[in-house]
């Protein structure tokens, strides 16, 4: 078990989806993890272009606002037939009058592409741990597939029941949990983040 400072965590999402994936890939490693809502902690304005900026500033304004070691998650939804739109902007893309609408988002993307034959799509996944005195690591994941429409399955969370993996018969929202921890973006991406910071299970 780790013990003291070293063990407790932010997760720097205010998103209910991705918390519960990260405390899930976190799980096995012995962390006492704990969200930013829970922490009262701002929700910081994402104004970074690229997803290493935007997931390096939520997790140095996260570890800031903590005095604890904050790991974030920028991810999103790229599809090259839309110049690589919604990417940064795929949470963007499913704000409308009542809040943020994933079906409404999706829609958008299956408009969009209309009846272009290129469905490819990958979604990227920048994890960044940060430390209170400033210091910062990054590490990306991607998994490549394609759009279907209409979207199918009703677990994960965002574009997941639109995105359908390379070499599987079901999309994100039809998966396991633990089948989608296998292959996903932001699996690999914290596969990363564990071989570099050398943590053991338990
Ligand atoms: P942000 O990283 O908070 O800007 O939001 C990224 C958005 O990309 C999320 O709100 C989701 O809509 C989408 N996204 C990121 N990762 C996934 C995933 O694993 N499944 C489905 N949608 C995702």
Not at 94 to 103: C, H, I, K, L, V
Not at 132 to 147: A, I, K
Request: charged content about 25%.
């Amino acid at each position: 078990m780790r013990s003291g400072a070293d063990r407790r965590l932010v997760i720097a999402t205010h998103n209910p989806g991705k918390l519960k994936e990260m405390a899930e890939l976190l799980g096995p490693y012995g962390f006492d993890c704990v969200g930013a809502g829970a922490l009262d902690l701002p929700e910081p304005e994402e104004t970074g272009d690229s997803f290493v900026a935007n997931a390096e500033l939520k997790a140095r304004a996260a570890a800031r606002g903590s005095g604890l070691m904050a790991l974030a998650d920028d991810s999103g939804v790229v599809v090259p037939a839309l110049g690589g739109e919604p990417g940064i902007h795929s949470a963007r893309w499913a704000e409308g009058p009542g809040g943020r609408d994933f079906r409404r988002a999706m829609e958008r993307v299956a408009r969009a592409l209309g009846d272009n034959p290129d469905r490819r799509a990958y979604f990227l996944s920048v994890l960044s741990l940060a430390w209170p005195d400033g210091r910062v690591r990054s590490f990306e994941g991607r998994v490549h597939g394609t759009l279907v429409w209409p979207p199918r399955g009703d677990r994960g969370f965002g574009y997941d029941p639109m995105f359908q993996p390379d070499g599987h018969a079901g999309t994100f929202g039809e998966m396991e949990p633990t089948a989608k921890h296998r292959i996903s973006h932001r699996a690999e991406a914290f596969r990363k983040l564990v071989a570099a910071m050398g943590w053991t299970r338990g």
